[in-house]
């Protein structure tokens, strides 16, 4: 989701490695409830990253995350309760995250209802909306 400067080579990478069949990018969404409708864990390997506001929009959403443990992802993420936690980037911590994740497949409601209460109560969004009511004001 999304139009960033990387697009293109995202698509050249996707064409290379021929992954057409199983990489869609849908562009720019307005409603970030309509990405979650269709799409049921976030999968966020970063390598570095401050508190990521996909995290938090999946979260809302009722929606488990796959992070590793960068930035502010375990302040958010508790593993095995609201989503699972990387230890590392390492491809091979990633490829455990997601077969204990897709074992796990059946709790990802339950873990996707932690996620949203876990997010309401530790993210002030009323500070978040006067950061961004100055910002379009100015």
Same mark, same amino acid.
């Given at each position: 989701? !999304? ?9 050249? @990478? ?6 057409? +069949? ?7 969404v $307005?409603?970030?409830? +309509?990405?979650?409708?269709? $799409?049921?864990? @976030?999968?966020?390997? +970063? ?14 959403? !009722?929606?488990? +995350?796959?992070?590793?443990?960068? !930035?502010?992802?375990t302040? @958010? ?6 989503? =699972? ?5 390492s ?6 995250? @997601? ?5 796990q497949?059946?709790?990802? !409601?339950?873990?996707? =209802? ?10 002030? =969004? ?6 961004? $009511? ?5």
């Open positions: 989701y !999304g139009e960033g400067k990387d697009l293109e080579c995202l698509k050249e @990478l996707v064409n290379f490695y021929m992954l057409n +069949s199983r990489v869609h990018f849908h562009g720019h $307005n409603n970030v409830e +309509s990405i979650w409708k269709n $799409n049921h864990i @976030l999968i966020l390997p +970063s390598l570095a990253e401050g508190t990521p506001l996909a995290l938090i929009e999946a979260m809302v959403c !009722g929606r488990p +995350s796959i992070v590793s443990d960068v !930035g502010g992802n302040e @958010l993420i508790e593993d095995g309760i609201s989503g =699972f936690v990387v230890s590392n980037s491809v091979k911590q990633l490829d455990l995250a @997601l077969e204990n994740a897709w074992q497949k059946g709790s990802w !409601g339950q873990m996707g =209802f932690e996620a949203r209460k876990a997010v309401l109560e530790k993210i002030d =969004f009323e500070s978040y909306k006067l950061i961004y $009511n100055n910002a379009i004001k100015n």
